[in-house]
């Protein structure tokens, strides 16, 4: 398999979807609601016809600074956004002017993101040192805080810049995560464990884009935006685990189909996924599926990520299949083109738009690569 002994021109993937808590305002005081929908508009405008800029989901946290004909107006992605308010619900708290710092910074490598407040916990993501994210609630010795793909999780409070005490029996934690250490991983074993694409270059394709929106979804949504989404989550599990991320497109803009092959072959690639979700006329139609052009390295690709896909999502597995797309066709790196789920499905759609969707997924892309390399 080829490796690259050149250097990169990384291409930026960072569109965090932070919501950020305002540092000062006028007010003393503001109000949080939670969202009671699975899915969530936020808009840049008061109005059903308004941009939506990202999504909010069952839990998320919105901390309101006006109100307006139904809307709120809030922050996300360090903008002034607005919410359909009939999709929120009060809680009993309000954000004070300086109750707690509105961030909190790493202090360690390769620190765990969990999915609860304690080791007992499954691992949501990683982080590093130097990572600031969104401080949204505390909880004994763990941080609640948002993540780059707008997903809360739980950080140990020891091994960021507001520690709230060390680990003990309390924590629930396992004899193997009984002291701070265990949180992150530092020696050259763990690292090996942590990094097992290390020395990979993979290029992710968002698929559509721009002028090109894909597939419609059953609310409306746009496949582009969905295959921005899950790319980026995709390519933040494959850089926890030690790869060289690449993608053909970064932002809702158009990249035509020849310039994609063009990024990919500028680079010494290992392998290339090109993301994208389905549609069919059928509501019924759904699942996932892993698409080939050649019978040799193609399509041992994409049998290792589809059976990957079936092990961690809970979709109909379609299988792999050999199809003639112009980004496989064309292509003289290893190539697959995977379908996560059917837009045009109400369970499917459903699932996506689950705040734990796209972190399986891009656990069974990592699994897959992982298992097709070695």
């Known amino acids: 398999m080829k490796k690259s002994h050149y250097p990169f021109m990384i291409i930026s993937l960072f569109a965090l979807f932070y919501i950020f808590v305002p540092a000062a305002s006028a ?156 949180e992150t991983t530092t020696n050259t074993t763990a690292d090996k464990v942590e990094e097992p694409l290390a020395h990979y270059n993979i290029m992710l394709d968002a698929g559509h884009g721009g002028i090109d929106p894909g597939a419609i979804g059953l609310n409306g949504e746009q496949e582009q935006d969905l295959a921005l989404r899950f790319t980026q989550m995709v390519a933040d599990k494959l850089r926890n685990e030690g790869a060289t991320v690449l993608l053909t497109r970064t932002s809702n803009s158009y990249v035509s189909l020849s310039d994609r092959m063009r990024i990919n072959d500028a680079y010494m690639i290992d392998a290339f996924i090109s993301l994208h979700f389905n549609a069919s006329l059928s509501h019924n139609a759904n699942g ?57 499905n109400p369970y499917d759609l459903s699932v996506i738009h689950s705040s734990q969707h796209s972190i399986a997924v891009a656990e069974a892309i990592a699994e897959g690569l992982r298992n097709y390399f070695y």
């Open 27 to 182: 007010e003393s005081s503001k109000q949080l609601y939670k969202v009671g929908t699975d899915t969530l508009n936020v808009r840049q405008a008061p109005a059903h016809d308004a941009e939506v800029i990202g999504y909010l989901h069952t839990g998320d946290r919105v901390t309101a600074f006006q109100e307006k004909h139904g809307w709120i107006q809030t922050y996300y992605d360090g903008k002034k956004v607005w919410v359909a308010s009939q999709y929120l619900y009060k809680t009993n708290q309000t954000i004070h002017k300086g109750d707690i710092s509105n961030t909190v910074t790493i202090t360690k490598d390769t620190v765990h993101l969990r999915t609860g407040p304690g080791t007992n916990h499954s691992i949501a993501g990683f982080a590093g040192d130097g990572d600031t994210f969104t401080l949204i609630d505390s909880v004994h010795n763990w941080h609640k805080v948002i993540s780059e793909g707008g997903a809360h999780v739980w950080v140990a409070s020891w091994l960021t810049d507001q520690p709230t005490g060390a680990p003990d029996a309390s924590d629930d934690e396992t004899p193997s995560e009984s002291i701070p250490a265990s």
């Open 288 to 344: 996932v599926s892993t698409h080939y052009y050649d019978s040799g390295s193609d399509k041992r690709l994409a049998q290792s990520i589809q059976q990957a896909l079936s092990k961690y999502t809970t979709f109909k597995d379609r299988g792999s299949m050999q199809n003639n797309y112009h980004v496989l066709r064309e292509n003289s790196t290893a190539s697959v083109l995977v379908e996560l789920g059917f837009i045009t």
